[in-house]
């Protein structure tokens, strides 16, 4: 039971540090392209203040107070203070206990599948990169380079390490995944005219591609293809005046990701078995 509490603990303590990146990776992105710009035009560079994933410490979206140590508790604190502010009690957005609760969830399910190794940190991992795509997405419709590529990466050297024998299949799950939305892409392009979606997303399938092989692929884009339409469709009727806005990609194949990567061996060999393979 400690050892289960221990890892809740830690899960929750890995989302709330997921909240920081979330909310002050695009901005640090933002930053580094209007620099680059500037310096590419030959302007002067603009001064900055400090701002990373360490500075400055954790702060009211609203009024800047700096938050408390024991108001910024994994989930405690949001609880405590009832999802608001402890100085100008504006509203803090129920995204950071939700983030958190995830992380611990996504902690929990990770030892209770491959045990404490390295191979369940390895997984938990690639579950946490996909939260923050998934959340980085919802917020901002970006899919950071700086994410995909080493999630990418990662995956080939998990398969060199535990599973290499499936290194081939990574590679070519790799492949697949990218040209299999970069023809998508293309081809809704050339019929209508508009971009259906953006190359991050043609990355981040890459990325799940080099986890679960190509041969998991199907798995991933169904899930993430059927309950994105399911979604969508639904959003547009309840919201007649958003009819035709960008919907993001990434949360959806991050959740057929999240399947994959924790049931998908399970779900093949029941669908087999289902059909007599």
Same mark, same amino acid.
């Given at each position: 039971?400690?050892?289960?509490?221990?890892?809740?603990?830690?899960?929750?303590?890995?989302?709330?540090?997921?909240?920081?990146?979330?909310?002050?990776?695009?901005?640090?992105?933002?930053?580094?392209?209007?620099?680059?710009?500037? &310096?590419?035009?030959?302007?002067?560079?603009?001064?900055?203040?400090?701002?990373?994933?360490?500075?400055?410490?954790?702060?009211?979206?609203?009024?800047?107070?700096?938050?408390?140590?024991?108001?910024?508790? #994994?989930?405690?604190?949001?609880?405590?203070?009832? *999802?608001?502010?402890?100085?100008?009690?504006?509203? @803090?957005?129920?995204?950071?206990?939700?983030?958190?609760?995830?992380? *611990?969830?996504?902690?929990?399910?990770?030892?209770?599948?491959?045990?404490?190794?390295?191979?369940?940190?390895?997984?938990?991992?690639?579950?946490?990169?996909?939260?923050?795509?998934?959340?980085?997405?919802?917020?901002?419709?970006?899919?950071?380079?700086?994410?995909?590529?080493?999630?990418?990466?990662?995956?080939?050297?998990?398969?060199?390490?535990?599973?290499?024998?499936?290194? #081939?299949?990574?590679?070519?799950?790799?492949?697949?995944?990218?040209?299999?939305?970069?023809?998508?892409?293309?081809?809704?392009?050339?019929?209508?005219?508009?971009?259906?979606?953006?190359? *991050?997303?043609?990355?981040?399938?890459?990325?799940? +591609? &080099?986890?679960? *092989?190509?041969?998991?692929?199907?798995?991933?884009? @169904? @899930?993430?293809?059927? @309950?994105?339409?399911?979604?969508?469709?639904?959003?547009?009727?309840?919201?007649?005046?958003?009819?035709?806005?960008?919907?993001?990609? +990434?949360?959806?194949?991050?959740?057929?990701?999240?399947?994959?990567?924790?049931? +998908?061996?399970?779900?093949?060999?029941?669908?087999?078995?289902?059909?007599?393979?």
């Amino acid at each position: 039971m400690f050892i289960w509490l221990l890892v809740l603990m830690v899960g929750l303590c890995v989302g709330s540090f997921l909240n920081v990146v979330i909310t002050r990776l695009p901005v640090m992105l933002i930053q580094q392209w209007r620099s680059e710009a500037l &310096a590419a035009l030959e302007q002067p560079e603009e001064v900055q203040e400090r701002f990373d994933l360490i500075w400055p410490g954790s702060l009211c979206p609203a009024c800047r107070t700096p938050i408390k140590w024991h108001d910024n508790l #994994p989930l405690i604190g949001w609880l405590k203070r009832r *999802g608001r502010c402890a100085a100008c009690h504006g509203r @803090i957005s129920p995204q950071y206990p939700l983030v958190e609760l995830a992380g *611990g969830i996504i902690a929990l399910a990770t030892v209770a599948l491959f045990g404490l190794t390295w191979q369940a940190l390895f997984i938990a991992a690639a579950c946490y990169t996909l939260l923050v795509l998934a959340v980085i997405d919802l917020r901002t419709q970006l899919l950071p380079d700086t994410l995909t590529l080493p999630l990418l990466w990662a995956g080939l050297v998990y398969q060199l390490l535990f599973q290499p024998l499936m290194l #081939p299949a990574a590679v070519i799950g790799a492949m697949v995944g990218y040209l299999v939305l970069w023809s998508v892409y293309w081809l809704f392009k050339l019929v209508t005219g508009k971009e259906g979606m953006g190359y *991050g997303d043609f990355k981040l399938l890459a990325a799940l +591609g &080099a986890w679960v *092989g190509w041969q998991t692929l199907p798995l991933v884009l @169904i @899930i993430s293809a059927g @309950i994105g339409a399911l979604f969508g469709i639904t959003w547009q009727l309840m919201h007649k005046d958003q009819r035709g806005l960008p919907m993001p990609f +990434g949360p959806f194949l991050a959740l057929g990701g999240w399947v994959a990567l924790l049931m +998908g061996d399970t779900l093949i060999a029941l669908y087999l078995t289902a059909v007599g393979v």
